[in-house]
Structure formats: C-alpha cells, structure tokens
C-alpha cells in the first residue's frame, strides 16, 4: 500500500480545519495537528473522498473513525502536554491515537475488536506517527499494569463511567469521556482531585458508537 499526500489533500485539510475553527475550536496545537495528519491514511482508499468532510464513517467492523470535530472537541479538553502519559478506550481507525501522538503524548491505546485492532496495528507501526501502543483488550478495565496517567480518553459512548478508569487516573489527571444511552451522550471531562474526590464538567451533545463490554474475537 502507498500512502500519498498530494497537494489537493492538503488544500482539502486546511478547508477543514477551518470548518472545525468555525464551530469553535480554538486550540492551536490541536488544529494544526489536525491539519497535518493526513485522515484519508486511516480510511479506505475507495472512501478518500469523505476523508475530509466532517463526518464520523464507518471503517469496518461496525465501527466508524469519530468526526474531526469530534476529535478536536476531546482533544482539546484534554489539554495534552508533551510527554503526557494517554490512555485511549477506543481505537478504531488509529487516527484518535495519532493525534495525541503529534502532540507529544506517549499514548496507550485499547481496542476491543480483533480484527480491526489488528489492522490499525499494522497500519500505525508503517506510519509511524510518535509514542503509540496498542492492546487487544476490553477498555472497561483500563491498563492497569501502565496507570497511573495523567490523560484518559474514551472515545466510544459509555452508559456510565468505569470506575476502573477513575481509579487509574493520577491526581490532578483527567479523563475525557461520552456518556449517554445508544442515540445520545454527553461530554463529560472528569478531573481527580484527590484519592477520593473528582470534580465533573458536562460539555455538548454527541454520538459515539456503543462502548460495549469484553472483547470481540475474530
Ligand atoms: N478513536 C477512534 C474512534 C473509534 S469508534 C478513531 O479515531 O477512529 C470507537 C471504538 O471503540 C470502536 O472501534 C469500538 O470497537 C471500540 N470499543 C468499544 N468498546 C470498547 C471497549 N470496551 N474496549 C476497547 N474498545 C472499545
């Protein structure tokens, strides 16, 4: 497989980035990342035309690669630092974890799915974009041999809010997570406080494909 950025997928980036300012984004970390990360990478090559236009699409599995608003949204509630430790529920395309990546973080990243965890795998190691690990394993349970961290992000819709991934955040760590029944989820950025106390902000309205329990072997 190649993987050409030419001169009109660029053109095409900044268009979007500049739709995803428009809707509010104001970070300038985020937005550049977004605008160097070549999205039409972690779709199919016969989907490149959607790569960027600012919708989540399906890439297989029954999953979808999140909206690139959507990615921004998370992203910059999140507040990455350089070197930052990340954990990411949700692997799905890879391109998430990418993003994190350029911005400096050493990103540890589930997937519950086999065999899209197996292809993104192999398509972030040809890649190589920064610090990234990937696990098969069910992210309800978090990473426990790696916590604590000081990021969390879950990028699937959650019925409530793991306590295990509570307890793997370190204190003054957030954890960035939709939570919500299948049609809707709130944003909600969570951030320990202390061992036993977290403070809870409500952001906007999303969609997210389920986050489901167990693995899924294929
Ligand atoms: N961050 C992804 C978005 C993927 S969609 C991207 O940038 O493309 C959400 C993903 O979460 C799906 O791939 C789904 O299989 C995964 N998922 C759902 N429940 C999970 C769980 N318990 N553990 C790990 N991954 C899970």
């Known amino acids: 497989m190649s993987y050409k950025d030419t001169y009109r997928h660029k053109g095409l980036r900044k268009k979007l980035v500049e739709t995803i300012r428009a809707k509010g984004i104001k970070d300038e970390k985020v937005l550049s990342a977004i605008n160097s990360l070549p999205r039409h990478f972690f779709m199919e090559k016969a989907f490149e035309e959607w790569a960027y236009v600012?919708?989540?699409?399906?890439?297989?599995?029954?999953?979808?690669?999140?909206?690139?608003?959507?990615?921004?949204?998370?992203?910059?509630?999140?507040?990455?630092?350089k070197r930052d430790k990340v954990l990411e529920v949700g692997t799905g395309s890879g391109y998430q974890a990418a993003i994190l990546a350029l911005l400096g973080a050493r990103v540890h990243t589930i997937e519950r799915q086999e065999e899209l965890f197996h292809k993104t795998n192999e398509l972030l190691g040809m890649l190589e974009v920064g610090n990234i690990r990937t696990y098969f394993r069910d992210g309800y349970k978090g990473l426990p041999e790696f916590a604590p961290f000081d990021k969390m992000i879950?990028?699937?819709?959650?019925?409530?809010?793991?306590?295990?991934?509570?307890?793997?955040?370190?204190?003054?760590?957030?954890?960035?997570?939709?939570?919500?029944?299948?049609?809707?989820?709130?944003?909600?950025?969570?951030?320990?406080?202390?061992?036993?106390e977290f403070k809870k902000e409500e952001f906007a309205n999303f969609r997210f494909v389920p986050f489901l329990k167990g693995t899924n072997k294929k």
């Open 54 to 81: 600012d919708k989540a699409f399906p890439i297989g599995s029954d999953q979808t690669i999140s909206q690139p608003y959507t990615v921004a949204f998370q992203t910059e509630l999140l507040q990455i630092k």
């Open 154 to 196: 879950v990028t699937a819709g959650a019925k409530e809010i793991p306590e295990a991934l509570k307890n793997q955040l370190k204190i003054g760590g957030v954890l960035v997570i939709p939570v919500g029944d299948d049609n809707v989820q709130k944003m909600y950025r969570i951030t320990r406080i202390s061992e036993k």
